[in-house]
């Protein structure tokens, strides 16, 4: 069964910085294609960054510059850094390995 476990979230105070990271297993890691995702209420979920299996990366304009996805094969594990932290980055943050969505974990930036 393939899981995804993510970890990092929580309140932070707006130029603040946090980690997530997104644990997977039941999947061929170093193969797969992934990328972090966010989501408020009232809005579809977006994406804001991805990383391809050779370890190209692309981010959303809007975080282009104060995060960083990278991902650790040996560890099966994708990590988005987050710097200088918005309020309006305030969202749901998941995960995503190929077709499969992590639970999410709440990432709260306050002014």
């Known amino acids: 069964q393939v899981q995804l476990v993510e970890s990092g979230g929580g309140l932070v105070q707006a130029g603040g910085s946090l980690r997530l990271s997104c644990a997977a297993s039941?999947?061929?890691?170093?193969?797969?294609?992934l990328g972090w995702y966010r989501q408020t209420p009232g809005k579809q979920r977006e994406l804001v960054a991805s990383?391809?299996?050779?370890?190209?990366?692309n981010y959303a304009d809007s975080v282009k510059g104060r995060f960083t996805i990278s991902r650790d094969n040996a560890k099966n594990t994708v990590y988005l850094q987050m710097n200088s932290l918005k309020a309006e980055d305030t969202a749901v943050y998941y995960c995503?390995?190929?077709?499969?969505w992590g639970q999410g974990t709440q990432v709260t930036v306050s002014s």
């Open positions: 995503k390995v190929n077709l499969r």
């Open positions: 039941g999947i061929i890691f170093s193969l797969s294609t």
């Open positions: 990383i391809t299996r050779d370890g190209s990366a």
